[in-house]
T-cell receptor, first 114, second 114 residues
Framework: ETGVTQSPTHLIKTRGQQVTLRCSSQ?????VSWYQQALGQGPQFIFQ???????GRGNFPPRFSGLQFPNYSSELNVNALELDDSALYLC?????????????FGPGTRLTVT | DQQVKQNSPSLSVQEGRISILNCDYT??????FLWYKKYPAEGPTFLIS?????DKNEDGRFTVFLNKSAKHLSLHIVPSQPGDSAVYFC?????????????FGTGTKLQVIP
């Protein structure tokens, strides 16, 4: 059983560009959440996908969008990058059942916007 | 709006002693509280959780206490070991529109001194 993987590990982009980050969920998991962790802060919830549909979103603008694929891999897309988008982006997969379901985090992608 | 607060950025404890990490929250609607542990270059790892209807949950060396009237929870690690040195995130979860939203605190860096 493989864990949650993310690619790339590090990325440098210029303000105004677009970026796509990728996540491969743990086998059997049907839910993926994306988080942004700025330096010195805790992870902040961006959105969650369940069975290929967004079913929850935090306080992030529409230029943050995502996709979840049938094999439960997913993407986070950010358009019109701003300097404040520089952060560690974490994805977490889980198996949605009743009760609180445990999330398994990937190691993250470090995005630097210059 | 910081709904989950960890007011101590760091904590140093001697090996074998008790580590107590604290967390305060403002939203009475949270359903579960969780603790995550994060090593450098890795994603957060789930440690222990507690339902909002409980006041204590224990798992080996780790115990979480919840004081709902004070909106406070704490994680006790007894005895502390050098391998426990990591950043610990307190998180709170509530169900909204069919998905679970997790809000993290800013983390406390624990150093266990051999």
């Amino acid at each position: 059983e493989t864990g949650v993987t993310q690619s790339p590990t590090h990325l440098i982009k210029t303000r105004g560009q677009q970026v796509t980050l990728r996540c491969s969920s743990q086998s059997g998991h049907n839910t993926v959440s994306w988080y942004q962790q700025a330096l010195g802060q805790g992870p902040q919830f961006i959105f969650q996908y369940y069975r290929e549909e967004e079913n929850g979103r935090g306080n992030f603008p529409p230029r943050f969008s995502g996709l979840q694929f049938p094999n439960y891999s997913s993407e986070l897309n950010v358009n019109a990058l701003e300097l404040d988008d520089s952060a560690l982006y974490l994805c977490a997969s889980s198996l949605k059942t009743s009760g609180a379901y445990e999330q398994y985090f990937g190691p993250g992608t470090r995005l630097t916007v210059t | 709006d910081q709904q989950v607060k960890q007011n101590s950025p760091s904590l140093s404890v001697q090996e074998g002693r008790i580590s107590i990490l604290n967390c305060d929250y403002t939203n009475s609607m949270f359903d579960y509280f969780l603790w995550y542990k994060k090593y450098p270059a890795e994603g957060p790892t789930f440690l222990i959780s507690i339902s909002s209807i409980k006041d204590k949950n224990e798992d080996g060396r780790f115990t979480v206490f919840l004081n709902k009237s004070a909106k406070h929870l704490s994680l006790h690690i007894v005895p502390s070991q050098p391998g426990d040195s990591a950043v610990y995130f307190c998180a709170a979860l509530y169900y909204s529109g069919g998905y679970q939203k997790v809000t993290f605190g800013t983390g406390t860096k624990l150093q266990v001194i051999p």
